[in-house]
């Protein structure tokens, strides 16, 4: 009677709720995941990303086998769920994390790597796939799915090499890894929903030009759009100071912002993550400061913990993903066939990361070589640079399905390929790369050299003015024109610093009393 009433409850539960058992095994892997990964903590050759990936293809071993080779898959991949429910907190998480400090100090060399790069990077990647893939015996691919193809192996995931790195002891360096990783995945977005628009049918000499416009047009407008948003909500916060009454309002308010900065970004067909990341920024830069210190200090926790289980569920699916056989089964290319496209791939990912890393780093040490910042990109700096950037994930993966499937199901041979190439792409340069991280890292960055590094003082810094570098009409015509040529001067020779010592001032004379944040010139920059 037991028996037959369990066998009852289980039918008629999946008759009425099919996706409860599929999502609730999907949580008892994802618990079981973590709970793994917490047991490795100690051993740093093996992180969350490779960990996630490596349960996932257990999970999937042990599904193929109870389904008698029928499917891997617990979930069925959707866009939408990437893109709508598990890439925002992971965006705004970086954002709001992100030490502003090194990263603005940073920009202009953060920007370079994450912008122009990609552009170098996917020039390489389409041009050489479309020149070896014929000969490779692969074809039907269009111009549009060669420029895709950039993009997609265009992005990066920089997750364990940060996990290596140490803020503290090497700031440069993880500020420029960290950096670039948010700036490089949101340009890849962008430039792959640009290339989307454009139309072959009618192309000439200008669609360079409009597809570097559109991307300009993305970028600025989602940034903008990000700050605008973040800056509402900072004000709302200072404004209305919800912590009097409820702490868990403040929170909500920050929460539910975040999301609705993604939502219209992508309302309005913008980039929701270049939008949701300036969100992050402005709001840890200023709205953190309007709340109670328990919902700054819970914030900043639970936002950390949504991009973690984020970021764990997708490497999670990719894992179980590598066992699809439909998709192999489908697939155009032979085994052989497809190690040999999969082996091309890796190859020019490494070629357009190395063609735009060493000689932006030149570019940028020679643009720097009149300030007096004690550090400059060292050539073990640059490799540890290029080599961050060789893994691909979940972005990749992401821009993969929405490319080649519709609700991550192709019946498409040429589009199955290149499924399972991204998937053999990400698995082997998470894996494989991921695992030689660490001793890369230890061999290029001892632990006293990486230590003396992020401790070494800037004693010829100039010393910042305690007025802004402005005209003043209490002032004589030649002393404000001399201080104006002693700050074009100042501009010219030391562009980062200068940018950044007038912004602070600007910000602490005028930002922070409306928008919040600490008034005290003295008090430890974030």
């Known amino acids: 009677m037991g028996v037959g009433l369990t066998e009852f409850l289980s039918i008629e539960l999946a008759t009425e709720h ?7 095994v999907f949580i008892v892997i994802l618990c079981l995941c973590l709970v793994i990964g917490h047991l490795l903590e100690e051993n740093r050759w093996v992180n969350e990303s490779i960990t996630a990936i490596l349960v996932g293809a257990v999970s999937g071993t042990v599904i193929l086998l109870i389904s008698k080779g029928k499917s891997s898959h617990i979930l069925v991949f959707d866009e939408e769920l990437f ?16 030490k502003k400090k090194k990263f603005f100090h940073n920009f202009l060399t953060i920007m ?10 996917t020039t390489i990647i389409s041009f050489g796939t479309w020149l070896l893939f014929p000969k490779l015996g692969f074809k039907g691919l269009t111009a ?16 364990c090499t ?29 430039l792959f929903n640009a290339v989307q628009k454009i139309h072959f049918e009618s192309i000439n000499g200008l669609t360079a030009l409009r597809v570097f416009g559109n991307f300009l047009y993305l970028f600025f407008t989602s940034t903008l759009l990000g700050i605008g948003v973040g800056l509402v909500t900072s004000f709302v916060l200072k404004t209305l100071y919800f912590g009097r009454h409820s702490t868990t309002r403040e929170l909500a308010i920050m929460v539910l912002m975040a999301y609705l900065s993604y939502m219209l970004a992508e309302l309005f067909s913008l980039s929701g993550i270049l939008t949701v990341f300036f969100c992050g920024v402005l709001m840890s830069h200023y709205a953190s400061y309007n709340v109670t210190e328990s919902s700054r200090i819970t914030s900043r926790h639970v936002f950390a913990m949504l991009s973690f289980i984020a970021e764990t569920f997708i490497f999670l699916y990719v894992g179980t993903d590598a066992l699809d056989f439909t998709k192999w089964k489908t697939s155009s290319l032979s085994v052989a066939g497809t190690l040999e496209v999969s082996g091309v791939i890796t190859a020019l990912v490494l070629l357009g990361r190395a063609a735009f890393v060493f000689p932006l780093s030149v570019l940028t040490n020679f643009m720097n070589r009149n300030t007096q910042r004690s550090e400059s990109i060292t050539f073990k700096h640059q490799v540890i640079i290029w080599w961050a950037g060789l893994m691909r994930g ?17 019946l498409d041979p040429i589009n199955a390929a290149m499924v399972t190439n991204t998937t053999i792409v990400v698995l082997f340069t998470t894996l494989v790369f991921g695992f030689l991280t660490k001793p890369l890292v230890n061999y290029l960055l001892p632990h006293d050299e990486s230590h003396n590094t992020g401790k070494r003082s800037a004693p010829g810094s100039p010393k910042e003015d305690a007025t802004l570098p402005l005209l003043s009409f209490d002032e004589s015509t030649s002393t404000n024109l001399s201080r104006a040529k002693d700050s074009l001067s100042l501009l010219i020779e030391q562009p980062v610093y200068t940018i950044h010592r007038y912004w602070r001032k600007f910000d602490d004379t005028y930002m922070r009393p409306v928008f919040g944040g ?8 974030c």
Do not use: C
């Open 18 to 24: 099919p996706k409860v058992i599929p999502i609730s």
């Open 83 to 98: 893109f709508i429910y598990l890439l925002p907190p992971i965006i705004f998480n970086a954002g709001f994390q992100v």
């Open 112 to 121: 370079s790597f994450g912008v122009i790069g990609v552009f170098i990077s």
């Open 144 to 159: 549009r799915d060669y420029l895709a193809i950039g993009t997609i192996f265009s992005s990066t995931d920089t997750v």
């Open 162 to 190: 940060l996990q290596i790195l140490h803020q503290d002891e090497t700031p440069l360096l993880y500020s420029l890894v960290f950096g670039e990783g948010v700036v490089n995945d949101a340009t890849s977005v962008v």
């Open 394 to 410: 979940a972005v990749s993966i992401a821009l993969a399905f929405k490319q080649f499937t519709y609700s991550g199901v192709t």
């Open 518 to 525: 600490p008034r005290p010139v003295n008090q430890p920059e």
